[in-house]
């Protein structure tokens, strides 16, 4: 199995930033891209980034321009730098992770127990 943990996340007002951090462990010999999801009450949950060993990388339309993920492959650890945030992105941030690149979050085989993110207006 893959344990995903991550960290950060908090309240913050519009505008602000924050970084979350996930480390991977484990059968991490499973996974391939790692990325991060977020869902807000009520609604679906949404892929927010994701990124291949390579660095290719692969963002909602919702934060680009906004936010960067990174990732440390020795460290096995993807990072979401969330700039200039909005009330928008208060939401339930989970890291994921999974062999391969899945357009949607429900294809993701690995979690983590998500952070919350609150934006304040």
């Known amino acids: 199995q893959v344990q995903l943990v991550e960290s950060g996340g908090g309240l913050v007002q519009a505008g602000g930033s924050l970084r979350l951090s996930c480390t991977a462990s484990?059968?991490?010999?499973?996974?391939?891209?790692m990325g991060w999801s977020r869902q807000a009450p009520g609604k679906q949950r949404e892929l927010v980034a994701t990124?291949?060993?390579?660095?290719?990388?692969n963002y909602a339309d919702s934060v680009k321009g906004r936010f960067t993920i990174s990732r440390d492959n020795a460290r096995n650890t993807v990072s979401l730098q969330m700039n200039s945030l909005k009330p928008e992105d208060t939401a339930v941030y989970y890291c994921?992770?999974?062999?391969?690149?899945?357009?949607?979050?429900?294809?993701?085989?690995?979690w983590g127990q998500g952070t919350q993110v609150t934006v304040s207006s």
């Open positions: 994921n992770a999974n062999d391969m690149f899945r357009p949607t979050a429900s294809e993701y085989d690995y």
């Open positions: 484990g059968s991490i010999f499973r996974i391939n891209v």
């Open positions: 990124i291949t060993p390579g660095g290719s990388r």
